[in-house]
């Protein structure tokens, strides 16, 4: 009877550890279960990244051509007002161009000296000269104030008594004038009586 008592509590203890020893097995499903979202993950973040990876290749272009483009906008302004104020030609006063009185002589040479001294007075704003030139008796009172370019003679006319009167031409800012010299001897000497 002893025996048979051993012999059951020896089995009794052999089930036992058997079932203490297997009780992973009915869990290893969800293991296996477990390990499939596990497996199945990377795949779905390579891909994510992938996306993440393409989206960022497409922003560079982007983001380099606003770049240009803000350094093709700020590359005028490297230039200093300096530079280009110094960039711009000043602008050359033309001198005056008087009668070539080396073709002239005699009277006619002093009616053109006459001329080109008062034209000389005008644009150096020489008032005193100017008014040396006229006679007491002329109907001039006062100096041009324009300044004259240029000056050329037209024609001298033929003496009318003590009178002798010559045809020019005045540029004054591009504009073409015609005047009429009066000249009349005063002491012996020509003089300007009127200027019209």
Not at 15 to 44: F, I, R
Not at 64 to 70: D, L, V
Not at 146 to 163: A, C, D, F, Q, T
Request: proline share 7%; aromatic share 6%.
């Amino acid at each position: 009877m002893k025996k048979w008592l051993l012999v059951c509590s020896i089995f009794l203890l052999l089930v036992g550890c058997g079932e203490h020893a297997n009780p992973s097995a009915p869990k290893s499903p969800s293991n296996e279960t477990q390990a499939a979202p596990n497996d199945s993950s990377p795949p779905e973040t390579s891909l994510s990244s992938n996306e993440t990876q393409a989206a960022s290749d497409n922003s560079p272009p982007g983001t380099s051509q606003s770049s240009n483009e803000n350094e093709t906008r700020t590359d005028p302004s490297d230039s200093s007002p300096s530079e280009k104020s110094s960039s711009i030609p000043e602008e050359e006063e033309m001198e005056p161009v008087y009668i070539d009185e080396s073709q002239y002589e005699g009277d006619e040479l002093i009616f053109v000296q006459l001329i080109n001294h008062s034209v000389r007075f005008i644009n150096e704003e020489n008032e005193e000269g100017y008014m040396s030139l006229l006679a007491s008796n002329s109907v001039v009172t006062a100096m041009p104030k324009r300044k004259i370019s240029k000056v050329e003679l037209v024609s001298i006319g033929e003496p009318n008594g003590s009178h002798i009167a010559v045809s020019v031409n005045y540029w004054r800012n591009e504009e073409e004038q015609s005047r009429m010299y009066v000249f009349t001897k005063e002491n012996n000497e020509w003089k300007i009586l009127d200027i019209d």
